[in-house]
């Protein structure tokens, strides 16, 4: 039987060795609600119990360090921690990067954020953001390592020259297969940081083992990492339900199964299956996919019955790992809806990450080139292919030199 996987939190409270270069250093954490250890103790509350580390203050991504806030685009303020008396810095209230001030209150920063293996989870943003930061004001990054869920898989076109967004931290594809400790890595390298920045890795990861194929099912409890993250389903999904936050489709928020299901009050979900089986079966590989009638409670249609569809990857029987393309998978939806109805207006106008110009499905996907398909009545699932295949094989090669876990 394999050894229980011990993530970067784990292994730096269980070896002092590991702790010793924090030793007589101010040390700050960067957390949200799934920074847990394997007992289900909160990162912040863990450390600030050691005797031998001193916690100066405490950051929070998106949604908070405590996951305070449910949607998108809400802010969260600076506090003082009720307990620890440290202050804690919100990086999504008046500021994305943390400010001179905010530096000036540690020496160390060690990050804990558990991310879901998509290149627009703002989380990754942030670690870019602070590590550029850190290198400015020569403090320290540590990465405390944890899964990517959605384990190694590579899909989606790369973000393009231009593109960057909160959204959208550098020219990776939509599913990028690496953990934040290795996407680290990836940034100190690319945008040539002159930053002390280590990572503590897990230890027994084994990315492409069933059943989880890059969470350690049955072995770690999972807790939302944002408010709609529920499980691995969503997590496995995401790299492809996530674009439907730019288009007027319900992406489920407001029920028990967000970003795993789409629909709308006037959607056909019988028609727009059939059509997408009859467009690219090979593309639906993997999952299943179950018409499904769902009232979202606040959010999109908000109150109506939507008719939708429900993409399923939890059972064994219907899930295949390395088969599996959610990108493909909505991108041949909102195709599919396309041809059924060619003026039905998909595509949400509105400010997206404080982003006013531009399209937030462009956003999402790092260009105008998914939108651009999808719209083009003449386009085939090959034209996409011919544009994705390519930006896939160049990055399963730049991000081979960054992978610290074997298969």
């Known amino acids: 039987m394999a050894p229980p996987v011990r993530f970067g939190l784990d292994r730096l409270l269980e070896v002092p060795t590991l702790r010793r270069p924090l030793a007589g250093k101010r040390v700050a954490l960067l957390a949200h609600p799934a920074s847990v250890t394997r007992e289900l103790t909160h990162s912040l ?32 303020p600076d506090y003082t921690d009720p307990l620890l008396g440290i202050p804690v810095f919100s990086l999504y209230g008046e500021v994305r990067r943390p400010s001179a001030a905010m530096m000036d209150s540690f020496d160390v920063l060690l990050v804990d954020l558990q991310d879901l293996g998509c290149r627009i989870y703002t989380f990754i943003t942030t670690l870019r953001y602070v590590l550029e930061e850190a290198a400015r004001h020569g403090k320290s990054v540590w990465v405390l390592d944890r899964p990517n869920p959605a384990g190694r898989p590579v899909e989606g076109t790369l973000l393009r020259d231009g593109w960057e967004s909160f959204v959208g931290a550098g020219a990776l594809p939509m599913r990028h297969g690496l953990t934040l400790g290795e996407l680290a890595g990836w940034f100190v390298a690319t945008l040539k940081l002159d930053v002390d920045c280590r990572v503590i890795e897990m230890e027994g990861w084994q990315p492409d083992a069933a059943p989880g194929h890059g969470w350690p099912l049955g072995e770690r409890t999972w807790i939302n990492p944002s408010p709609n993250a529920p499980n691995l389903w969503m997590a496995r999904a995401y790299a492809g339900t996530v674009m439907l936050e730019g288009t007027t489709l319900s992406e489920g928020r407001g029920t028990t199964r967000p970003l795993e299901l789409f629909g709308a009050p006037d959607l056909d979900a019988r028609a727009l299956i059939a059509e997408m089986r009859a467009q690219a079966p090979d593309w639906l590989a993997g999952c299943a996919l179950r018409e499904c009638w769902f009232e979202p409670t606040f959010h999109k249609h908000a109150g109506k019955l939507c008719n939708g569809v429900h993409i399923h990857v939890e059972d064994p029987a219907h899930y295949a790992h390395a088969a599996f393309r959610p990108w493909r998978v909505q991108a041949l939806a909102f195709k599919a809806l396309r041809r059924l109805q060619p003026d039905y207006p998909l595509w949400r106008d509105f400010a997206y990450e404080y982003e006013h110009e531009r399209l937030a499905i462009d956003l999402i996907n790092g260009s105008p080139l998914l939108r651009e398909w999808v719209d083009d009545a003449q386009a085939t699932p090959a034209d996409l292919d011919a544009l994705a295949r390519p930006d896939e094989a160049t990055w399963a090669e730049a991000r081979r030199p960054f992978m610290r876990y074997p298969a």
Request: charged content about 20%; hydrophobic content about 40%; aromatic content about 4%.
């Open 45 to 76: 509350d863990a450390l600030a119990a050691l005797p031998d580390l001193t916690l100066s203050a405490a950051f929070g991504p998106q949604h908070g360090l405590r996951g305070d806030k449910q949607d998108n685009m809400v802010e969260s």
